[in-house]
């Protein structure tokens, strides 16, 4: 069993949405000049979605996990596709002390499920989805 002072701690960078954040926090940016605020309403309303979704997940994995997670930092980057599954997953940092903290993450977005994401969404993307990168730390 970690002490006490076993910290997780979870970034996660919307890449069309809002700015990082720890666990649920969430911080909607005004609409870009020349868009409409409903798409940048529902940019936020999504963003919010699916970092409750990840934290909620993270708090399960973390807690289940604690005694083989060691300290590191473990960064993916996926694709959100329009029907909300995950796609093009890539670790792009691994945590010095090994790949459990990147294998577990990795795992765990493949295992998930996203709500659709918004047309408007889907529409300045070209069809592609919401590219979506997050952070993992264990201190």
Do not use: H
């Amino acid at each position: 069993m970690k002490s006490p002072l076993f910290l997780r701690v979870l970034t996660l960078t919307l890449v069309l949405g809002v700015a990082p954040g720890l666990a649920c926090s969430v911080r909607a940016e005004s609409p870009a000049k020349g868009k409409p605020a409903a798409k940048a309403d529902a940019r936020a309303a999504y963003d919010a979605q699916v970092r409750a979704i990840i934290s909620k997940r993270w708090d399960e994995v973390s807690n289940r996990n604690e005694n083989i997670l060691e300290s590191g930092t473990a960064r993916i980057n996926f694709l959100i596709a329009p029907d909300g599954s995950p796609r093009d997953l890539r670790v792009v940092a691994l945590p010095a002390s090994g790949g459990t903290l990147a294998r577990l993450t990795r795992e765990m977005v493949q295992a998930m499920r996203f709500p659709n994401v918004p047309a408007s969404i889907v529409k300045d993307s070209n069809g592609k989805g919401m590219p979506v990168e997050f952070t993992f730390t264990v201190l």
